[in-house]
């Protein structure tokens, strides 16, 4: 007489815990990779966008001889109801000298602000705001940045991590002030 025995499929439970185990051990060291990947990524969209807008106004400036009032003036032609930085109005001559887009679509605001890395806006205005030498400055503003956030932009703007020197400056609260081009 001859036993058979009946094969069962499937994983036992001991394979089972050793795949869990695996796939736990893996995820422990790649999550922490892809966040810092994300970050890094999201600094280097708002120091670029920055550098975009920096860029922008200094070829706007070379061309209409007046400081842009807000993004819009980077991203759109210019009307006679537009305002220059200082609140005055863009004459008719200096005007038709517009020979933008000077910053990307990506950046031509819609409204009040843009959005850019870390979830933070750009603010459509401009400001002129002196630093600690009353340099005046063509000031983009950012908000909500994080301290953490701030750090690692200011690291790719500046070279260096500090709140009130170089180019990016901590303003106050979750605010930053990025001095974008020196006033003359």
């Known amino acids: 007489m001859r036993i058979e025995r009946t094969r069962r499929s499937g994983f036992t439970l001991v394979e089972a815990l050793v795949v869990v185990a695996i796939l736990a051990l893996l995820a422990a060291v790649l999550v922490p990779v892809l966040t810092s990947q994300l970050s890094r990524s999201d600094a280097s969209r708002l120091a670029g966008d920055l550098d975009g807008i920096r860029k922008g106004v200094e070829a706007f400036l070379s061309d209409v001889r007046?400081?842009?009032?807000?993004?819009?003036?980077?991203?759109?032609?210019?009307?006679?109801?537009?305002?220059t930085l200082n609140a005055g109005v863009y004459p008719a001559g200096l005007s038709?000298?517009?020979?933008?887009?000077?910053?990307?679509?990506?950046?031509?605001?819609?409204?009040?602000?843009?959005?850019?890395?870390?979830?933070?806006?750009?603010?459509?205005?401009?400001?002129?705001?002196?630093?600690?030498?009353?340099?005046?400055?063509?000031?983009?503003?950012?908000?909500?940045?994080?301290q953490a956030?701030?750090?690692?932009?200011?690291?790719?703007?500046?070279?260096t991590v500090s709140p009130t020197a170089?180019?990016?400056?901590?303003?106050?609260?979750?605010?930053?002030?990025?001095?974008a081009v020196p006033i003359n």
Do not use: C
């Open 66 to 83: 007046r400081y842009p009032g807000d993004l819009d003036d980077l991203a759109a032609p210019l009307t006679n109801a537009d305002t």
């Open 96 to 146: 038709s000298k517009w020979k933008g887009p000077y910053v990307d679509r990506i950046l031509a605001a819609n409204g009040d602000s843009v959005q850019t890395g870390f979830g933070a806006w750009i603010q459509d205005n401009f400001i002129s705001v002196p630093d600690p030498n009353n340099i005046n400055y063509l000031t983009v503003r950012l908000r909500p940045v994080l």
């Open 149 to 159: 956030d701030f750090n690692r932009v200011d690291e790719m703007v500046d070279g």
């Open 166 to 179: 170089g180019r990016l400056r901590w303003f106050s609260g979750d605010s930053v002030h990025f001095l």
